[in-house]
């Protein structure tokens, strides 16, 4: 591509010696010529880093299956990304597949228990990796019957905030 450039470049350089006397033409074309040049992109685009490329989010009539996993008690009174303060006491999680305050449907897949809490907090990106699709105050995990296993695989469904009333 680069060899394309510096041949055109080559070429209008010429025009420009063989046409001395034609200024104007010469530079309507150079300035045609540039304009051209302007709109052609070279390479891979590359991204700032600050740009946040927006999490992945799910329609509400989807379900997603994955593996859950709870808080830790050390992080009761800390900040969520709602800005409110954590407490392992509330029915909350945190997930990056679904939009902060959605109300969703949380069923354990070994043993049936279900739980509805308020997505309040994002996870870190490992435990995506990991295979997590949410994390979940002690008081949900509790409800679901996991607190000795630690990770358990459940199916996550989003509910309308009148379900939860």
């Known amino acids: 591509m680069k060899f394309y450039l510096l041949a055109i470049l080559f070429c209008c350089s010429g025009i420009k010696s063989a046409a001395q006397t034609d200024t104007s033409r010469l530079s309507q074309a150079m300035d045609t010529f540039l304009i051209q040049i302007d709109t052609i992109h070279l390479g891979k685009p590359k991204l700032a880093d600050s740009i946040n490329i927006p ?4 329609e509400s009539s989807k379900k997603i299956k994955g593996i859950a996993s709870f808080y ?67 008081a949900a995990a509790a409800e679901l019957d996991f607190m000795k296993k630690g990770l358990t695989k459940v199916q996550l469904e989003i509910v309308s905030a009148q379900t939860v009333d």
């Open 55 to 58: 999490s992945k989010t799910i």
């Open 72 to 138: 830790s008690k050390n992080l009761d009174g800390t900040k969520t990304a709602t800005g409110e303060v954590f407490k392992n006491s509330k029915f909350t999680g945190a997930s990056n597949n679904l939009k902060l305050n959605t109300w969703v449907r949380v069923t354990n897949l070994s043993n049936g228990n279900t739980v509805i809490v308020r997505i309040n907090d994002r996870m870190h990106p490992r435990m995506a990796k990991k295979g997590r699709v949410i994390d979940l105050s002690r």
